[in-house]
């Protein structure tokens, strides 16, 4: 399909538009750089191992910073971000040329190291293998043994980070001692992609018992299978790519995940190839497409998006609350304000069905970026001033079971 570029950008976008369709995105984002500095001279394509100058088969920047989930988390220089978001292609390669630096983002800078575990506690790597390949996984299992059969909440990391690096970022195995809850990080290797990001644009990895729906759908019922889980509360969250890959696999699985929580990430189906997993995070990826059959039962979301997101357009929360509501009618929805303790203002939306079960709801975080809301500087990526995205995500999760959910 032949992309056309709005009219009033600098003359050589349509080559960069050629580049990108070709594949040649190195070669694109250097010509993109240029012509926004005003230099239309050809340079030799950037080294890509640069952080921030292309990212294989998963979100590519076009800026050379580093940014949020989706950069290098090395010591480095602090990520900047880009300016907010605008509708249109033309109009966010415009935005390039304007910066800040949102206070409090923890990137690639040195990070303290994570708190120790509780005695009793583990936390131990693990693999599966499936149809899909192989996966390693970590399991924290808390030493707090709960009441009866364990919840367990499967957690998606986003790109270039590892299980230890998102588990210490989020502090879920924290939240999850207190409440007796099993954790699985399933880890994406530099083997399926090169900057370790689930491939959530791939036809083949967007649908049921293929590719990394399969081997994600695997780890969740190996761990049912070798632990006292309860079916009836299987969670899945996930942030940037492994928010698109949780929003896929809530879509896909539906009888296996109770609820599924969609940080900074994008709806399923919003992509199936490269150009247009570009276009779905410049301007939103729409509606995506349905992979659970028609009828099927609606997996409860909960969605968390910054307003500033630079890397991820915060329409693409929109997008992730109206396909996650698009099955049912009759919903009620209400809107609060908030502020969390010293940090960001917040919106939040909740959708409820006649019987006064919440649906959907949905966190729009103003003036954050990239960044897992309320996360810890032990991890990267991170954004402390708030609200706490797993605090909020947990008590949604544990609000829900699958049962209890009409079709």
């Known amino acids: 399909m032949r992309h056309t570029l709005p009219p009033g950008l600098p003359p050589g976008m349509t080559e960069a538009a050629r580049l990108t369709r070709a594949g040649k995105l190195a070669e694109a984002t250097s010509l993109i750089q240029r012509l926004l500095r005003g230099e239309g001279k050809a340079e030799p394509p950037p080294d890509t191992t640069t952080p921030g100058a292309t ?213 399923a189906g919003a992509a199936h190839d490269l150009p247009s997993a570009l276009a779905a995070m410049r301007q939103g990826g729409g509606h995506g497409r349905r992979s659970a059959e028609r009828g099927a039962r609606a997996v409860p979301t909960i969605v968390f998006h910054g307003d500033r997101d630079s890397v991820v357009h915060p329409r693409n929360g929109d997008d992730v609350t109206a396909q996650a509501t698009a099955a049912k009618a009759g919903l009620r929805s209400e809107l609060k304000q908030g502020q969390a303790p010293g940090g960001h203002a917040y919106s939040r939306s909740v959708h409820r069905d006649p019987e006064g079960r919440a649906l959907c709801e949905q966190w729009t975080i103003h003036g954050a970026g990239h960044a897992w809301a309320g996360g810890s500087p032990a991890g990267s990526y991170t954004d402390p001033q708030g609200p706490d995205a797993t605090a909020e995500m947990l008590r949604f999760f544990l609000e829900q079971r699958r049962g209890a959910t009409p079709g």
């Open 55 to 267: 990212l294989e088969g998963e979100f590519v920047r076009l800026d050379p910073a580093p940014s949020a989930a989706d950069a290098d988390p090395r010591p480095a220089r602090k990520p900047g971000a880009d300016a907010t978001p605008r509708a249109g292609l033309g109009e966010t390669l415009r935005g390039l040329a304007a910066r800040f630096k949102p206070s409090g983002l923890h990137g690639g800078a040195r990070r303290p190291a994570p708190d120790p575990l509780p005695d009793g506690a583990s936390f131990a790597t693990l693999s599966h293998s499936g149809v899909g390949g192989t996966r390693a996984y970590k399991l924290y299992v808390p030493a707090n043994p709960g009441d009866g059969p364990r919840p367990l909440v499967v957690m998606l990391h986003g790109c270039t980070q590892s299980p230890d690096d998102f588990a210490a970022g989020t502090r879920m195995n924290a939240f999850a001692e207190r409440h007796g809850i099993l954790v699985a990080y399933p880890e994406q290797p530099a083997s399926a992609n090169a900057q370790r990001c689930w491939n959530w644009f791939k036809p083949d990895d967007q649908r049921r018992d293929q590719g990394e729906p399969a081997l994600i759908a695997g780890i969740t019922r190996r761990i049912m299978h070798d632990h006292r889980v309860d079916p009836e509360r299987v969670y899945i969250a996930g942030l940037s790519a492994g928010g698109a890959a949780a929003a896929i696999m809530a879509a896909a699985y539906p009888d296996l995940y109770a609820a599924v929580g969609v940080h900074s990430g994008l709806p």
